[in-house]
């Protein structure tokens, strides 16, 4: 029997804004100054050893390697947009995330527990980032109050509101932040059941009760 923890409360913070992840700036200038940077580090350092022992001509060694490690350093930093761009000339999932070549950030749904104090008073409790929209923790949340088992075939694939990565990804969360646990630890085939803390969470993304 699903039951609300009472003593509990969940307040849904405003999740952050990564729109600017995929802005012009972030994915071409900023790789570039901070390829820049580890480029004329390291070119600095080759010109600085080359000078101690007195190898011939110090400023090529330098300039050689700053424009090898700029040119590494660069494609090592725009391997996401590299994998998108060929995304789009093959029209593949190179990197799996359910998009071809479109980058979206992935949704976070922020939220506070707050516990009572022994007035009734709620105080700071604990802050958790769950790797799900809003959209997706109401639908599981609506499930599972209903009865629903906490199985990856029921709520991933065609026409389900998670793909088996975020699930995975949701739920390897969950158990790590002690939301979820396995309900008989020496058996996976047992399933999860919610901690406490998870109850208070799951309660107030279900819908509200047609007895209540």
Known sequence: MYQQATDQSVITLPQRDHS???????????????????????GVLTFILAYSAR?????????????IVFIAAYLFLQ????????ERMTGLDLNRDGQIGKPVPAPIARI??????????LKQGSFYNLPASEAQLRSLAAGITAGVTFAESYWTGRGSPFSLRQFRALRAEMIRRGL??????????????LTPEGETIFQHYAPPSPTA
Do not use: C, K
């Not at 190898?55 to 424009?67: E, H, I, N, Q, Y």
């Not at 506070?112 to 008073?121: I, L």
């Not at 979820?180 to 059941?193: D, E, H, K, R, Y």
């Open 20 to 42: 600017y992840l995929h802005t012009v700036q972030a994915g071409a200038l900023l790789p570039l100054i901070q390829s820049g940077i580890i480029a004329i580090a390291l």
């Open 55 to 67: 190898s011939r001509d110090p400023l090529v060694w330098a300039g050689v390697v700053t424009l």
């Open 79 to 86: 391997r996401h947009w590299l994998t998108l761009t060929a």
């Open 112 to 121: 506070e527990v707050m516990t009572r104090d022994s007035r009734g008073n």
């Open 180 to 193: 979820l646990v396995q309900t008989n630890p020496s058996s996976a085939n047992q399933g999860f059941s």
